[in-house]
């Protein structure tokens, strides 16, 4: 198995990412609002890497999300494991040298961590009204970030790619 060195370049942006949500929220926990920036962390890695590679970079992510969110620990990491293996058997109809469709995916994938982080966890606090505001808002917050977000992440990543000198295709499509 040869090592892929994208693979530490996605995990160093997701670090990055992560870091700057936390800074973010940080800076908006006086309005009690809260960033959930996590979707694009899994996007690029499944698109561009062999599939070891990709879960691994997605592992240490997921293990790295965990140690730094307050969720039970092992949620992020079998979330972002779980998108991985779906979006890894449907990469064939992405074409990730854009950002039309991993932003998309990466809107899917921060919706469905974003829900199921409410509804797992947080599941005694779902007959409150408030809980329920406080959910609908945050996610429009964070769609609405991610928008500007999203497309910036991914130009990162593939000008790391670019300025490293590493191999800018994604691996094993059947296209050339």
Known sequence: MRFDPRSLILFGT??????LM????????????YLFLLGP???LPTLYLRHSAAFLCTL???LW?????????????????????????????????HNDHPVLLAHIAN???????????????????????????DLLLSHGALLI???????LERLLFDILRVETEPENLPFS
């Open 14 to 19: 997701n670090v990055l990412l992560l870091y």
């Open 22 to 33: 936390q800074l973010l929220n940080s800076a908006l926990a006086e309005w009690s609002l």
């Open 41 to 43: 962390m899994v996007i």
């Open 60 to 62: 240490l992510t997921g």
């Open 65 to 97: 999300v965990d140690a730094a969110l307050p969720a039970p620990f092992g949620w992020f990491t079998l979330s972002f494991l779980v998108a991985n293996a779906i979006l890894f058997q449907m990469r064939l109809r992405f074409r990730p040298e």
């Open 111 to 137: 919706f469905l961590f974003f829900v199921a982080l409410s509804l797992g966890p947080a599941r005694e606090l779902a007959s409150e009204p408030a809980y329920w505001l406080r959910i609908v808002t």
């Open 149 to 155: 977000i999203a497309p910036w992440f991914f130009q």
